[in-house]
T-cell receptor, first 116, second 109 residues
Framework: GAVVSQHPSRVICKSGTSVKIECRSLDFQATTMFWYRQFPKKSLMLMATSNEGSKATYEQGVEKDKFLINHASLTLSTLTVTSAHPEDSSFYIC????????????FGPGTRLLVL | GQNIDQPTEMTATEGAIVQINCTYQTSGFNGLFWYQQHAGEAPTFLSYNVLDGLEEKGRFSSFLSRSKGYSYLLLKELQMKDSASYLCAVMDSNYQLIWGAGTKLIIKP
């Protein structure tokens, strides 16, 4: 499987600040990257799908101006939570998928965000 | 609507066998995935079924019946480290993954 890293693994910030989370595919070129959010004891919730060099596709109910996604290269995607609020506190996980739409998704280790 | 159902929680004994069921109703089907997720960690891929039948991979096996909209994950020779949540996910006709809420498996000595 693919090796995916995320940075930072954990972040605590004050309400109103912005936080950037990086997702890197370390051993192959990921044409598609996904960003998920998971609240405690809840299922994974897809936030957006990003393809390299194009705008991200956001799921219904996810504010694209609040959750900025940049997929500038085949190995790096970033998620910026702008003007974070306590309700944005969650576990954010990225996943990558190579080429084919039927490819398995491989997940990064996740970033735990706590907004005070 | 699209729906994935799996039990919320199951308990089993170390060394035993456990079967985690998953039923689904989705718009189209392009495969079913099982992932393992330990507490506080991201999911890790376990198996992928797209044709009917049983796929065996070591102590873990996954079964699929497309006509019944049903899958199960079978874990043999349970170990304490198998305590985790097991997520069932179906890829629909748009190649989007639809996720179940996960089954928390508790292993007792």
């Amino acid at each position: 499987g693919a090796v995916v890293s995320q940075h930072p693994s954990r972040v605590i910030c004050k309400s109103g600040t912005s936080v950037k989370i990086e997702c890197r595919s370390l051993d192959f070129q990921a044409t598609t990257m996904f960003w998920y959010r998971q609240f405690p004891k809840k299922s994974l919730m897809l936030m957006a799908t990003s393809n390299e060099g194009s705008k991200a596709t956001y799921e219904q109910g996810v504010e694209k101006d609040k959750f900025l996604i940049n997929h500038a290269s085949l190995t790096l995607s970033t998620l910026t939570v702008t003007s974070a609020h306590p309700e944005d506190s969650s576990f954010y996980i990225c996943s990558v998928k190579a080429g084919s739409v039927q490819e398995t998704q491989y997940f990064g280790p996740g970033t735990r965000l706590l907004v005070l | 609507g699209q729906n994935i159902d799996q039990p919320t929680e199951m308990t089993a004994t170390e060394g035993a066998i456990v079967q985690i069921n998953c039923t689904y109703q989705t718009s189209g089907f392009n495969g079913l995935f099982w992932y393992q997720q330990h507490a506080g960690e991201a999911p890790t891929f376990l198996s992928y079924n797209v044709l009917d039948g049983l796929e065996e991979k070591g102590r873990f096996s996954s079964f699929l019946s497309r006509s019944k909209g049903y899958s199960y994950l079978l874990l043999k020779e349970l170990q304490m480290k198998d305590s985790a949540s097991y997520l069932c996910a179906v890829m629909d006709s748009n190649y989007q993954l639809i996720w179940g809420a996960g089954t928390k498996l508790i292993i007792k000595p």
